[in-house]
């Protein structure tokens, strides 16, 4: 059974860089055809996809966050990384770590708890 | 970039009783969609893929469907743990983009 969590700062200041770790367990990050993403959800709203990386290292971001986002992978550590830069308040939310089904199947079946980062001075 | 709008915002309905949930899309994603239930305080779980095909592990009793703009999940006999938020989402091809519906909670009457 495969498990994500997530760790990283829950306290980050305006203008300084989020970043996040997300431990995958019960497999290898780099088997099988897999995206793993980053996903976000403020206080008591919705899920807003952030990026992804494959297994090879190959990214794509939302386009909404592209020129602050950097995703990336450390294989030998089964995990990967997200780093978001010059924050705002508007960034503070529950940050999750997802992986997808699979096989052209781009829906999300594992999911981390969720850590919750809030940007404030 | 496409959105997806839920409807209702809210829906309340009586434990045993039927649901139905709407999503739009604002322009065809054909069958890539999916729904997901989330509780408070947790992630959400993946329920629906493909628009009508049920994750692992998924009762009976939660169905999905419809193609292009327009998708329902049903649940049939609401239980007691089915009362939460449920969120549509779809997947772009290119560029590669996810997106997900604001949400329809769903309350006990």
């Known amino acids: 059974q495969v498990q994500l969590q997530e760790s990283g700062p829950g306290l980050v200041k305006p203008s300084q860089t989020l970043s996040l770790t997300c431990t995958v367990s019960?497999?290898?990050?780099?088997?099988?055809?897999?995206?793993w993403s980053w996903i976000r959800q403020p206080a008591g709203k919705g899920l807003e996809w952030i990026g992804r990386?494959?297994?090879?290292?190959?990214?794509n971001y939302n386009p909404s966050l592209k020129s602050r986002v950097t995703i990336s992978v450390d294989t030998s550590k089964n995990q990967f990384s997200l780093k978001l830069s010059s924050v705002t308040a508007a960034d503070t939310a529950v940050y999750y770590c997802?992986?997808?089904?699979?096989?052209?199947?781009?829906?999300?079946?594992?999911w981390g708890q969720g850590t919750l980062v809030t940007v404030s001075s | 970039e496409i959105v997806m709008t839920q409807s209702p915002a809210t829906l309340s309905v009586s434990p045993g009783e039927r649901a139905t949930l709407s999503c739009r899309a604002s322009?065809?994603?054909?069958?890539?969609l999916a729904w997901y239930q989330q509780k408070p305080g947790q992630a959400p779980r993946l329920l629906i893929y493909?628009?009508?095909t049920r994750a692992t592990g998924i009762p009976a009793r939660f169905s999905g469907s419809g193609s292009g703009t327009e998708f329902t999940l049903t649940i049939s006999s609401l239980q007691s743990e089915d009362f939460a938020v449920y969120y549509c989402?779809?997947?772009?091809?290119?560029?590669?983009?996810?997106?997900f519906g604001q949400g329809t909670k769903l309350e006990i009457k």
């Open positions: 997802a992986r997808d089904l699979g096989s052209g199947w781009y829906f999300f079946d594992y």
């Open positions: 019960g497999g290898s990050i780099s088997s099988g055809s897999y995206y």
């Open positions: 990386i494959y297994t090879s290292g190959s990214t």
């Open positions: 322009q065809s994603v054909s069958s890539n």
């Open positions: 493909g628009a009508s």
């Open positions: 989402q779809q997947y772009n091809n290119w560029p590669p983009l996810y997106t």
